[in-house]
Nanobody, 114 residues
Framework: QVQLVESGGGLVQAGGSLRLSCEAS????????MGWYRQAPGKQRELVASITRGRNTNYSDSVKGRFTISRDNAKNTVYLQMNSLKPEDTAVYYC????????WGKGTLVTVSS
């Protein structure tokens, strides 16, 4: 049974940092390209970062230079380091494979105050 559990969200002031974690189970994590997605209020869910099995990374233009995705295959965990946060980064953040073929977890809420 596939399970994705996100954590690390919270309330932070603009300019601050947060580190999100997502632990996966029920999959062969090490071979899967993983991604971080987010869904802001009233908007569609979007992919913001991804990392391949070879640790090649890609970022959306909106987060490039501020967010860093990484993975620890021994812990079946993918991380998202978020720096220089902006109010427009406020959203529920989810991890999933890329493409998003796994059952979604509950996500973790990130709120950035101005």
């Amino acid at each position: 049974q596939v399970q994705l559990v996100e954590s690390g969200g919270g309330l932070v002031q603009a300019g601050g940092s947060l580190r999100l974690s997502c632990e996966a189970s029920g999959i062969i994590f090490s071979i899967i390209t993983m991604g971080w997605y987010r869904q802001a209020p009233g908007k569609q869910r979007e992919l913001v970062a991804s990392i391949t099995r070879g640790r090649n990374t890609n970022y959306s233009d909106s987060v490039k230079g501020r967010f860093t995705i990484s993975r620890d295959n021994a812990k079946n965990t993918v991380y998202l380091q978020m720096n220089s946060l902006k109010p427009e980064d406020t959203a529920v953040y989810y991890c999933n494979a890329k493409p998003d073929i796994l059952t979604w977890g509950k996500g973790t809420l990130v709120t950035v105050s101005s």
